[in-house]
């Protein structure tokens, strides 16, 4: 496995540049152009509170933040998820001509992303630090580390999706439907108080999702540290998530090439 | 690290039928609803078929053989872009291949930034090719164009472009699918002078061709292809005639 790693690192400048180029042909052209990474989640973060914080009761400067994070997390774990579905097909011309490690053409989306949901993370921080300045503190420091985290999470699970896609070319479709389902056992835009109240206090608990969101959320909207258990949580899920796709690219990465 | 060098010994490739038979689920779930009905057999495609070889450091083969024969799936199993089913192979060295050279250009990109972007696919870091980029640039030879995005190229001058810079950087094998014939007349001249060149640096050069006089004059030795299995393997002169003779041609 570090040789594998170390293979990816060798053609480092190839994968960035994709990912660059990914970045630039997403936003060439448009007027506002990276402005929409942070207009895009803040717009619907709007709608959704005004009518989320009408039905449920919340005060919406409280509520909003809240959703926003929800928003940036969930929009970075689907768009990587169903684009490393696409990934291995989409690379297909490089696949045929070059021999590189494979999980570079999923590291591409992981990367992009990760770019995205940095420049997103602006108008969580500008909306916390106008409205709650009571929050900020040194537990700020442990919300950057959601970057490592999700990308530790988010590669792993895209080069599953590309194996399973390369095959079955029905995963995109399935994918839609199997993430609505994580969506809603999830306190994405559902409160967690929603959820413990409800009696459902384990869709939190046993839910990765929950906390890898915690390590944003227990920081800046609670002005609190992520617990030990939220970390453990997040580890133990890239961990496993490497592991299977390590496994799964020791089986077919040679005879990826036959299916595309 | 011993010399560049290549050993095949019983090297057996197979294209897995699965990658065209069963292609999603329903197909997969209907295939065992059915299974007691008799139904058409698909079987995995034997591409190469228990193939022997052993090329030394300077020696520059030629492969002959009809379409289909394995010439262009050895050279794709030689460059590492297809896993062998059986046997072993032994491959040391740098591999360079030319196949399908008309790939990865950014079309809102200019020729320039296209230059590093394909240097990086290949492998390259940014600084390697800078070093490099104003010789392809002369070769290319399309004027202010270079700094133009490729979108504005016609298709002659894409080629040019694509082909000057992946024949800018050799290996220690070559790989070479039919020697690439491109743009105007006067180009054709200088590409094959720069391809000699490249052919001259290799410490291994394979060359799938049709073309029996370069064969002949660029390659010593020469393998025939049929059905996948190596039936010839000889001087270049006595391969041609053997193969000629095979098809019913006079030699």
């Given amino acids: 496995m570090n040789q594998y790693l170390s293979d990816v690192w060798k053609v480092r400048y190839f994968w960035w540049h994709l990912s660059m180029s990914d970045l630039r042909s997403r936003f060439r052209r448009s007027y506002f152009g990276m402005l929409w990474a942070v207009m895009q989640p803040l717009g619907l973060t709007v709608l959704i509170s005004l009518v989320f914080s009408r039905l449920f009761n919340q005060p919406i400067a409280e509520y909003a933040p809240y959703i926003l994070s929800g928003i940036i997390v969930w929009e970075y774990i689907t768009a990587t998820t169903v684009g490393g579905a696409l990934a291995f097909v989409q690379a297909d011309a490089y696949i045929k001509q070059t021999r590189h490690p494979l999980a570079i053409y999923t590291l591409r989306n992981v ?36 970057f490592p985290l999700i990308a530790m999470i988010a590669w792993p699970l895209a080069t599953i999706m590309a194996y399973i896609g390369v095959r079955f070319r029905d995963l995109p479709n399935a994918l839609a439907l199997i993430l609505q389902a994580a969506w809603f056992v999830s306190p994405v835009y ?7 109240n409800g009696g459902l206090g384990f869709l939190l608990d046993y839910n990765p999702i929950y906390h890898l969101l915690q390590i944003v959320r227990a920081p800046v909207l609670q002005g609190e540290w992520p617990t030990a258990t939220n970390y453990a949580w997040c580890l133990a899920t890239a961990a496993a998530l490497a592991m299977v796709a390590a496994l799964l690219g020791k089986r077919s990465e040679k005879n990826v090439i036959f299916y595309l | 690290m011993s010399k560049t060098g290549i050993r095949l010994e019983d090297v057996h490739l197979h294209y897995s039928s699965i990658a065209f038979k069963e292609r999603s689920v ?3 779930l209907g295939s065992l609803l059915r299974s007691n009905r008799p139904r058409m057999r698909v079987e995995d495609i034997h591409a190469l078929k228990g193939v022997s070889a052993s090329i030394e450091q300077g020696e520059r083969v030629g492969l002959i053989g009809h379409n289909g024969a394995g010439k262009s799936t050895f ?14 192979s032994e491959i040391r060295g740098t591999v360079r291949a030319l196949f399908d050279i008309s790939l990865g250009f950014e079309p809102d990109a200019t020729g320039r930034e296209n230059i590093l972007y394909r240097g990086l696919l290949l492998g390259f870091t940014p600084r390697q090719m800078r070093s490099i980029e104003e010789e392809i640039v002369d070769f290319a030879d399309l004027g202010d164009f270079i700094d133009y995005p490729i979108k504005t190229y016609s298709a002659g001058m894409q080629v040019r472009l694509a082909f000057a810079i992946s024949t800018s950087v050799g290996g220690d094998i070559l ?12 180009f054709i001249a200088k590409a094959k002078r720069r391809i000699m060149k490249l052919v001259d640096e290799a410490e291994i050069m394979m060359l799938a061709s049709h073309d029996f006089s370069t064969l002949k004059s660029i390659c010593t030795r020469s393998l025939v292809f049929d ?3 190596i039936v010839f393997d000889g001087p270049t002169d006595e391969a041609t005639d053997y193969y000629l003779e095979t098809i019913g041609l006079p030699a």
């Fill in chain 1, 111 to 146: 990367v992009t992303g990760l770019i995205v949901m940095s420049v997103a993370s602006l108008a969580l921080v500008a909306w916390v630090v106008l409205f709650f300045p009571g929050n900020i503190g040194w537990s700020w420091l442990a919300a950057p580390t959601i």
């Fill in chain 2, 26 to 28: 329903k197909s997969l």
């Fill in chain 1, 190 to 196: 559902f409160m967690d108080t929603m959820f413990r």
């Fill in chain 2, 175 to 186: 790989l070479l699918d039919e020697v690439i014939g491109a743009g105007d007349a006067s």
């Fill in chain 2, 75 to 88: 050279l794709k199993m030689v460059a590492g872009l297809y896993p062998i089913s059986a046997g072993n």
């Fill in chain 2, 227 to 229: 059905h996948g299995r």
